[in-house]
Protein backbone atom coordinates (compact mmCIF):
# COMPACT_ATOMS: atom_id res chain seq x y z
CA UNK A 1 0.00 0.00 0.00
CA UNK A 2 2.52 2.30 -0.87
CA UNK A 3 1.81 5.41 -3.42
CA UNK A 4 4.03 5.32 -6.45
CA UNK A 5 7.17 7.58 -7.24
CA UNK A 6 8.84 8.82 -10.63
CA UNK A 7 11.39 5.98 -9.48
CA UNK A 8 8.96 2.90 -9.85
CA UNK A 9 9.08 1.23 -13.20
CA UNK A 10 11.27 4.53 -15.11
CA UNK A 11 9.85 5.00 -18.82
CA UNK A 12 11.95 6.79 -21.49
CA UNK A 13 10.97 10.17 -21.80
CA UNK A 14 11.09 12.02 -25.42
CA UNK A 15 13.43 14.99 -25.70
CA UNK A 16 10.11 17.07 -26.25
CA UNK A 17 8.69 15.66 -22.92
CA UNK A 18 11.77 16.02 -20.98
CA UNK A 19 11.95 20.08 -21.20
CA UNK A 20 8.19 20.03 -20.07
CA UNK A 21 7.75 20.74 -16.76
CA UNK A 22 4.88 17.48 -16.76
CA UNK A 23 7.55 15.16 -17.30
CA UNK A 24 7.53 13.49 -14.35
CA UNK A 25 3.35 13.44 -14.56
CA UNK A 26 4.06 11.50 -18.69
CA UNK A 27 6.30 9.40 -16.89
CA UNK A 28 4.19 8.03 -14.46
CA UNK A 29 1.06 7.84 -16.62
CA UNK A 30 3.39 5.44 -19.12
CA UNK A 31 4.26 3.41 -15.82
CA UNK A 32 0.46 2.36 -15.56
CA UNK A 33 -0.33 4.81 -12.38
CA UNK A 34 -3.40 7.03 -12.48
CA UNK A 35 -2.75 10.36 -12.92
CA UNK A 36 -5.98 12.73 -12.13
CA UNK A 37 -5.09 16.24 -13.01
CA UNK A 38 -7.71 19.01 -11.05
CA UNK A 39 -7.63 21.26 -14.34
CA UNK A 40 -8.11 18.61 -17.33
CA UNK A 41 -10.09 16.20 -14.71
CA UNK A 42 -12.33 18.65 -12.17
CA UNK A 43 -12.38 21.92 -14.33
CA UNK A 44 -10.16 23.65 -11.71
CA UNK A 45 -9.06 26.79 -12.74
CA UNK A 46 -6.39 28.10 -10.43
CA UNK A 47 -6.37 31.24 -11.57
CA UNK A 48 -6.30 32.59 -7.71
CA UNK A 49 -10.12 34.02 -7.98
CA UNK A 50 -12.13 31.12 -8.65
CA UNK A 51 -13.65 29.02 -6.23
CA UNK A 52 -11.98 25.48 -6.62
CA UNK A 53 -13.48 23.78 -4.04
CA UNK A 54 -15.53 21.47 -6.01
CA UNK A 55 -13.54 20.36 -8.75
CA UNK A 56 -10.58 19.70 -6.91
CA UNK A 57 -12.73 17.81 -4.39
CA UNK A 58 -14.51 15.92 -7.25
CA UNK A 59 -10.37 15.05 -8.55
CA UNK A 60 -9.93 13.81 -5.11
CA UNK A 61 -12.89 11.35 -4.90
CA UNK A 62 -12.23 10.19 -8.32
CA UNK A 63 -8.58 8.92 -7.48
CA UNK A 64 -10.53 7.68 -4.10
CA UNK A 65 -12.44 5.49 -6.26
CA UNK A 66 -10.20 4.65 -8.43
CA UNK A 67 -8.38 3.38 -5.21
CA UNK A 68 -5.24 5.73 -5.36
CA UNK A 69 -2.75 7.36 -7.95
CA UNK A 70 -1.93 11.05 -8.29
CA UNK A 71 -3.32 14.21 -8.15
CA UNK A 72 -1.87 16.79 -9.73
CA UNK A 73 -1.79 20.01 -9.53
CA UNK A 74 -0.34 21.83 -12.38
CA UNK A 75 1.28 25.50 -11.57
CA UNK A 76 -1.89 28.20 -9.96
CA UNK A 77 -3.88 29.31 -7.68
CA UNK A 78 -6.57 27.32 -6.49
CA UNK A 79 -8.57 29.18 -3.67
CA UNK A 80 -10.75 26.72 -1.95
CA UNK A 81 -11.70 25.04 1.31
CA UNK A 82 -12.66 22.42 3.28
CA UNK A 83 -11.19 19.58 0.97
CA UNK A 84 -11.13 16.06 2.47
CA UNK A 85 -8.11 14.28 1.60
CA UNK A 86 -7.28 10.44 1.43
CA UNK A 87 -5.07 7.81 1.66
CA UNK A 88 -3.60 5.57 -1.13
CA UNK A 89 -3.38 9.46 -2.68
CA UNK A 90 -0.22 11.22 -3.55
CA UNK A 91 -0.70 14.93 -3.84
CA UNK A 92 1.95 16.33 -6.06
CA UNK A 93 2.15 19.90 -7.21
CA UNK A 94 4.45 21.85 -9.19
CA UNK A 95 6.78 23.22 -7.08
CA UNK A 96 6.34 25.55 -3.78
CA UNK A 97 4.71 29.03 -5.35
CA UNK A 98 4.36 27.78 -8.44
CA UNK A 99 1.00 25.38 -6.94
CA UNK A 100 -0.93 27.59 -3.61
CA UNK A 101 -3.81 26.29 -2.27
CA UNK A 102 -5.68 29.29 -0.95
CA UNK A 103 -8.35 29.18 1.48
CA UNK A 104 -11.16 30.89 0.83
CA UNK A 105 -11.95 34.28 1.82
CA UNK A 106 -14.13 34.34 4.88
CA UNK A 107 -15.20 30.53 5.17
CA UNK A 108 -13.19 30.79 8.37
CA UNK A 109 -12.78 26.98 8.51
CA UNK A 110 -9.90 24.41 6.94
CA UNK A 111 -8.01 24.37 3.81
CA UNK A 112 -7.70 20.60 4.02
CA UNK A 113 -8.12 17.66 6.09
CA UNK A 114 -8.18 13.91 6.30
CA UNK A 115 -10.86 11.55 5.95
CA UNK A 116 -13.07 11.16 9.08
CA UNK A 117 -10.80 13.89 11.26
CA UNK A 118 -13.58 15.47 12.84
CA UNK A 119 -15.06 12.17 14.02
CA UNK A 120 -11.71 10.61 15.33
CA UNK A 121 -9.80 13.49 16.56
CA UNK A 122 -9.49 13.59 20.55
CA UNK A 123 -10.98 9.86 20.51
CA UNK A 124 -7.47 8.01 21.04
CA UNK A 125 -9.50 5.20 18.34
CA UNK A 126 -7.98 3.54 15.21
CA UNK A 127 -8.96 5.15 11.79
CA UNK A 128 -7.66 7.05 9.73
CA UNK A 129 -6.15 8.05 6.62
CA UNK A 130 -2.45 6.07 6.16
CA UNK A 131 -0.06 5.95 2.99
CA UNK A 132 -0.43 9.49 1.84
CA UNK A 133 2.05 11.91 0.49
CA UNK A 134 1.64 15.97 -0.31
CA UNK A 135 4.45 17.14 -2.50
CA UNK A 136 5.49 20.49 -4.51
CA UNK A 137 2.68 22.63 -2.96
CA UNK A 138 2.46 26.00 -0.90
CA UNK A 139 -0.87 25.79 1.55
CA UNK A 140 -2.06 29.78 2.09
CA UNK A 141 -4.16 29.78 5.39
CA UNK A 142 -4.79 33.39 3.86
CA UNK A 143 -5.18 34.75 7.32
CA UNK A 144 -6.29 38.54 6.52
CA UNK A 145 -9.77 37.45 4.96
CA UNK A 146 -10.53 34.55 7.74
CA UNK A 147 -11.06 36.57 10.53
CA UNK A 148 -10.36 35.10 14.12
CA UNK A 149 -10.57 31.36 13.16
CA UNK A 150 -8.25 29.12 15.24
CA UNK A 151 -8.77 25.83 12.82
CA UNK A 152 -5.14 24.65 11.77
CA UNK A 153 -4.96 25.03 7.68
CA UNK A 154 -3.95 21.01 7.57
CA UNK A 155 -5.61 18.57 9.67
CA UNK A 156 -4.43 15.12 9.61
CA UNK A 157 -5.75 12.38 11.63
CA UNK A 158 -3.59 8.73 10.63
CA UNK A 159 -0.30 8.41 10.26
CA UNK A 160 2.48 7.02 7.93
CA UNK A 161 2.12 10.22 5.48
CA UNK A 162 5.00 12.04 4.14
CA UNK A 163 5.33 16.18 3.43
CA UNK A 164 7.97 16.93 1.18
CA UNK A 165 8.88 20.16 -0.37
CA UNK A 166 5.46 21.69 1.46
CA UNK A 167 4.94 25.04 2.47
CA UNK A 168 2.78 26.22 5.15
CA UNK A 169 1.63 30.20 5.44
CA UNK A 170 -0.64 32.90 6.68
CA UNK A 171 -2.47 30.36 9.52
CA UNK A 172 -4.71 32.13 12.24
CA UNK A 173 -3.50 29.19 14.47
CA UNK A 174 -1.37 25.93 13.89
CA UNK A 175 -0.37 25.10 9.99
CA UNK A 176 -0.73 21.78 10.75
CA UNK A 177 -2.32 19.76 13.27
CA UNK A 178 -1.42 15.62 13.36
CA UNK A 179 -2.70 13.18 15.77
CA UNK A 180 -3.38 9.49 16.16
CA UNK A 181 -4.37 7.17 19.22
CA UNK A 182 -1.95 8.05 22.13
CA UNK A 183 -3.15 4.75 23.52
CA UNK A 184 -3.37 1.86 21.12
CA UNK A 185 -0.52 -0.15 20.18
CA UNK A 186 1.46 1.08 17.01
CA UNK A 187 0.75 -0.28 13.79
CA UNK A 188 4.24 0.55 12.53
CA UNK A 189 7.13 2.87 13.33
CA UNK A 190 6.07 5.43 11.14
CA UNK A 191 2.66 5.73 13.38
Do not use: H
Request: hydrophobic share 30%; aromatic share 8%.
Amino acid sequence: DTFPTVVDNVTTISATESNNQNAAIVALERSGYSVFNVKTYGGAKGDGSTDDSTAIQNTINAANSAGGGTVYFPPGTYVCSGLTIYGKIRYLGAGIENTILKLKNSSNTFLAQTNGFASLTGTNGTGGEVNWMIEGITLDGNKASNGSATVPVLRVYGYGFEVKSLRIRNGNNEGLYSEWSTSLPSPGSDS
